[in-house]
């Protein structure tokens, strides 16, 4: 039996991970957001999200600037270019997933004569 080609590279598994793919779309779709924006779209707490983002910048797929607004501490952060590429890749690599796992629902669906369902796999 041959192997599936690897569709997700090393490069991309640290976007893979849940939450730290949903911080990524949120700064693509952004391009800046706050700790607390984050935090809430994300329902996450603080320090499972801090953990989230130090992980994104030690692969600097993020930048992380932090400051103040109307004395208050925020932390803001952007996506780098090496992150969003990384995040385009893994994107891809799901599209590419998905897009084999209907052509092969479709073959299935089209090899069923018309009433009866496929057998179960055991």
Avoid: C
């Avoid at 803001?76 to 092969?104: C, K, N, T």
């Amino acid at each position: 039996m041959s192997q599936a080609p690897q569709l997700i590279s090393a490069s991309t598994t640290t976007v893979h991970q849940r939450i730290r793919s949903g911080i990524l779309s949120i700064v693509v779709a952004t391009d800046e957001a706050d700790f607390a924006y984050r935090k809430t779209a994300l329902n996450i707490s603080d320090g499972s999200l801090s953990r989230h983002l130090d992980v994104l910048a030690a692969q600097r797929l993020v930048t992380i600037r932090e400051g103040y607004h109307s004395k208050r501490p925020r932390t803001w952060v952007s996506i780098s270019g090496h992150g969003r590429a990384a995040y385009a890749a893994a994107m891809a690599a799901l599209r590419q997933l998905a897009d084999r796992f209907e052509q092969h629902h479709d073959a299935d669906a089209a090899a069923v004569p018309s009433g009866r369902r496929p057998p179960r796999d055991q």
